[in-house]
T-cell receptor, first 114, second 114 residues
């Protein structure tokens, strides 16, 4: 079946612009996670959704970052007033209910802020 | 100091070698331990999953967890060029709710020479 899909695969923007990154989880997966992976580093947790609600947003670096999952499926990560330090690969993962924390990752969106 | 420390790389071995990859951690709440493999420009792919202390074997791969020492390892036997990738250790305190978020090591890049 289809895996986690993230679009766009690459995004180049200018400092100060607004961007949206989309994640389509595996069908039926109730949990959805966003992580950020900087060059040469492991992924770092940003936010976790259980259904439609953000159950844990403790990893969002500041209030320029926001994410939604209005219907409990597709999620959008929104970044306002982008800064060069936001350049990274943004990864989305989904997990089936009761699946003992086995998270399936998408290929990520590579964001470059010029 | 980061919660999860992973041996620095890169690591280059000849085909057929036994590879040992290691991580240490400081958070005693971690109960679930994973190894992910990440190919260039791809998302992390779950390789091994272990709950609490002990060993788990799957083909050429063996994962070990020693919670008393806060130390986990991944062994790869008869390494193949196709094993060339970045290996990430990851762990979580739980498998549901906010405890399910993963904390990753930095990753180590392995190259297996034919």
């Amino acid at each position: 079946g289809a895996g986690v899909s993230q679009t766009p695969s690459n995004k180049v923007t200018e400092k100060g612009k607004y961007v949206e990154l989309r994640c389509d989880p595996i069908s039926g997966h109730t949990a959805l996670y966003w992580y950020r992976q900087s060059l040469g580093q492991g992924p770092e947790f940003l936010i976790y959704f259980q259904g439609t609600g953000a159950a844990d947003d403790s990893g969002l670096p500041n209030d320029r970052f926001f994410a939604v999952r209005p219907e409990g499926s597709v999620s959008t990560l929104k970044i306002q007033r982008t800064e060069r330090g936001d350049s990274a690969v943004y990864l989305c993962a989904s997990q089936e209910a009761g699946a003992k924390n086995i998270q399936y990752f998408g290929a990520g969106t590579r964001l470059s802020v010029l | 100091q980061k919660e999860v420390e992973q041996d620095p790389g890169p690591l280059s071995v000849p085909e057929g070698a036994i590879v040992s990859l290691n991580c240490t951690y400081s958070n005693s709440a971690f109960q679930y331990f994973m190894w992910y493999r990440q190919y260039s420009r791809k998302g992390p792919e779950l390789l091994m999953y272990t709950y609490s202390s002990g060993n788990k074997e799957d083909g050429r791969f063996t994962a070990q967890v020693d919670k008393s020492s806060k130390y986990i390892s991944l062994f790869i036997r008869d390494s193949q060029p196709s094993d060339s990738a970045t290996y990430l250790c990851a762990m979580s305190a739980g498998w549901v709710g906010a405890n399910s978020k993963l904390t990753f090591g930095k990753g180590i890049t392995l190259s297996v020479r034919p």
